[in-house]
């Protein structure tokens, strides 16, 4: 069977019949074009010949120039596409079942002390840009967003009146998320005073840019990076902090990570429950600095 064939019919069953989010078969296709394209270089052009080698082979040069995570997406992306292969056509092994993903590091992920998150949401002015500015950082930390999340916010998902999110997220799974009153205000004024201004063409976003387009990521991003640059914030900070932040905060605050869970739309707990070292580790920096007897122990390394 052709690569390239097996290729196409594979990502057009991930479209059409599994139906994918657009996002996963954009990850996959990219994964799989940088796999082919290689197989292809090494003179391989049938899946028959496809052997434990040369993917081996491939996956050390991605090693070499990818994190951990990112090759282990990639691997991923490789085990489907051999398996729904081999199911289909029984006659070709499945080399992918014999590689298994690389070790990651568990990095804590970075988020904002409640202090600077509030210097950076009482930062902007009553401009209309101000309005805009505030009330997208509002709802990114106020709800735990994903970037995508609010971008993809149409009218119709809100629900100011109650102080509902509908949000649509990965595997188009749906969750409701509360809003507390400084999201609701904030994006209120920017809907009342704002955007009627600078709607150009009817649409359903809820973040129209001034130039009357949605607003993308790569907008919020920008954004982000600006204001904390601007604020001497810490600028190793990202989008992706502000629902690192809500989930944080909302811990800190005694709620129950099943809870959070299901306000982040995390399908396993297990996801959910890198937070709770974070905890751990705020637990552990306080007693080596408050317990005597952990200070004698940091003492006695100093010497």
Not at 241 to 259: C, E, I, K, P, Y
């Amino acid at each position: 069977m052709n690569i390239d064939e097996a290729k196409e019919d594979y990502i057009h069953y991930i479209r059409v019949v599994d139906q994918k989010s657009l996002a996963t078969v954009s990850s996959y296709t990219h994964d799989l074009d940088l796999y082919t394209a290689y197989l292809n270089n090494q003179g391989i052009s049938c899946m028959e010949d496809i052997t434990v080698s040369h993917l081996q082979d491939f996956l050390a040069i991605q090693s070499d120039q990818k994190a951990a995570g990112s090759v282990n997406r990639m691997i991923v992306s490789i085990h489907m596409f051999h398996r729904f292969i081999s199911m289909n056509n029984p006659d070709i092994d499945d080399p992918s079942q014999h590689i298994h993903g690389r070790r990651t590091s568990k990095k804590l992920p970075k988020y904002f002390n409640v202090h600077d998150i509030e210097i950076l949401l009482d930062s902007f002015d009553e401009s209309d840009q101000g309005l805009f500015d505030k009330a997208i950082l509002e709802v990114l930390y106020g709800c735990g967003l994903r970037v995508s999340e609010l971008c993809g916010l149409h009218m119709s998902m809100i629900n100011l009146d109650h102080g509902f999110l509908r949000v649509i997220g990965k595997g188009d799974k749906e969750r409701m998320i509360p809003m507390h009153q400084r999201s609701i205000d904030a994006l209120q004024n920017y809907i009342v005073h704002v955007r009627p201004q600078w709607l150009k063409k009817k649409t359903q976003y809820v973040f129209v840019k001034a130039n009357g387009n949605p607003l993308l990521r790569q907008d919020v991003h920008k954004l982000i990076k600006a204001r904390l640059h601007m604020l001497g914030l810490n600028e190793a900070l990202s989008a992706h902090s502000f629902r690192h932040s809500f989930a944080t905060h909302l811990l800190d605050g005694g709620t129950d990570l099943r809870v959070v869970q299901e306000l982040l739309g995390h399908s396993d707990i297990a996801t959910t429950q890198i937070y709770t070292h974070i905890q751990n580790k705020k637990l552990k920096d306080a007693y080596t600095s408050f317990h005597p007897f952990a200070k004698e122990d940091k003492n006695d390394e100093k010497i």
